[in-house]
């Protein structure tokens, strides 16, 4: 008997050693678990299946030989993951053999961008002449044929209407010959910039307009509890309730709270994340959401809208679901003064294009407004008031 409870004794000591050695060496070995940053891939990417689901299936039509059936618009205010959800097809691709050129509108002129990215580093630099844009449906369709080419379009609502009408045509040409596809990432501010170049382009998009928001709430928990538990790190629920609650389901602020709980363990520590550690991380993560607040609201002052945000802002405030419809809207920004209905479309435009408000694609009508983040309007509400009519 006695012998046995020493066996189990040394055994489960054997075992506690085994489980802190591994956290040990988790927390060793990875200083950054979450990814707070620019379109970095964080360690769980939840909430996208829809999104993944159409760019797979745009994938698996490249990799049969055949061209999508149309492009793909990835659309949603800053920071909630449409350049990592590039990154992520990137790196599908490279798995498929696909070729990818990913692009940003800072490179131009577009096409010698294509020939430059496409030439040297493919070894296929005499396919696609630096020349005239009606070449370049030719040089890419014959590319295509030889290879599948996806090219990725990030920013890409900074895109010059030139460029990127010759682009969407480009694209139009090659799909009905070749396995090309074209992906664009954008902010909402993306519709209006597209619609300049090619009205017809969005009668054709079918699912390929997708809407890139805040994830929804078992998405923004698995977001912050998979990746500590893939390390052996459990999260108390209390303690998960309020990082989700102040995170708003954003997907940047949920990679500022995991980046500072986990810098916040010692590497001997192997027990679960409590309130305690919530409330100990809470004034990092809260210094690093103002940083971000208030860079957002000089924006929305320098681009002349904070009198609209603010009017605006009680809407959504507080209420991590709200919508409103357009005519609230439009009564709100009349109430603070803007007569003209002509002044408050160019408002509620530009408020829409910094992605303050913005209309989610792929909604059942009457097509409602949501809120970027909501907290953001408690910022700006606040701020205004403290800082007063000098701002
Ligand atoms: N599905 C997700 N789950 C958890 N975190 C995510 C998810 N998608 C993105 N993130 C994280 O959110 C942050 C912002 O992502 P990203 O830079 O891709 O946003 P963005 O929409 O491209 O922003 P911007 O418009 O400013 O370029 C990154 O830290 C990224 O790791
Ligand atoms: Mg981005």
Redesign the pocket.
């Known amino acids: 008997m006695a012998k046995n409870a020493g066996c189990l004794a040394v055994f489960a000591r054997a075992r506690h050693l085994c489980a802190r050695a591994y956290t040990d060496a988790m927390n060793t070995v990875v200083p950054h678990l979450f990814?707070?940053?620019?379109?970095?891939?964080?360690p769980?990417?939840?909430?996208?299946d829809v999104q993944q689901a159409v760019l797979s299936r745009c994938l698996a039509d490249l990799v049969a030989g055949f061209a999508p059936p149309h492009d793909v618009v990835l659309l949603?205010?800053?920071?909630?993951?449409?350049?990592?959800?590039l990154?992520w097809f990137k790196g599908v691709c490279a798995k498929k053999s696909v070729d990818v050129v990913a692009l940003t509108p800072r490179r131009v002129p577009m096409h010698e961008a294509l020939a430059e990215a496409l030439g040297p580093r493919r070894g296929i630099a005499k396919w696609l002449p630096r020349a005239a844009h009606t070449d370049l449906t030719g040089a890419l369709t014959a590319r295509c044929r030889r290879r599948p080419l996806a090219v990725l379009v990030?920013?890409a609502h900074t895109l010059d209407s030139k460029i990127g009408g010759t682009l969407l045509n480009v694209s139009q040409e090659v799909r009905a010959d070749a396995p090309f596809l074209l992906v664009l990432?954008g902010?909402p501010g993306l519709p209006d910039r597209l619609r300049e170049m090619d009205a017809s382009f969005w009668s054709r998009l079918a699912e390929g307009l997708l809407g890139?928001g805040r994830?929804d709430d078992a998405?923004a928990r698995a977001?912050l509890s998979e990746p500590l538990q893939a390390h052996g790190v459990g999260i108390d629920a209390d303690a998960l309730d309020a990082v989700i609650e102040h995170s708003q389901r954003y997907?940047?602020f949920?990679?500022l709270w995991g980046d500072a709980l986990w810098k916040q363990r010692t590497t001997a520590d192997a027990t679960p994340i409590d309130a305690a550690a919530v409330a100990s991380a809470r004034p990092t993560v809260v210094a690093q959401v103002a940083d971000y607040y208030q860079s957002r609201y000089d924006e929305l002052r320098a681009e002349g809208v904070l009198a609209a945000a603010k009017a605006v802002a009680p809407l959504f405030q507080a209420r991590i679901n709200a919508t409103a419809q357009e005519h609230e809207l439009d009564v709100a920004l009349a109430k603070a003064g803007i007569e003209d209905a002509a002044g408050r479309l160019l408002a509620l435009r530009a408020l829409n294009r910094l992605g303050y408000v913005w209309r989610p694609p792929g909604q059942m009508p009457p097509i409602a407004w949501s809120a970027g983040i909501p907290s953001l309007m408690t910022f700006v509400l606040e701020a205004g008031s403290k800082l007063g009519p000098c701002l």
């Open positions: 990814r707070p940053g620019d379109g970095a891939l964080p769980a990417l939840t909430g996208r949603g205010p800053r920071g909630n993951g449409k350049t990592t959800l990154n990030d920013e990432a902010t890139v994830l998405s977001a997907p940047y949920i990679q």
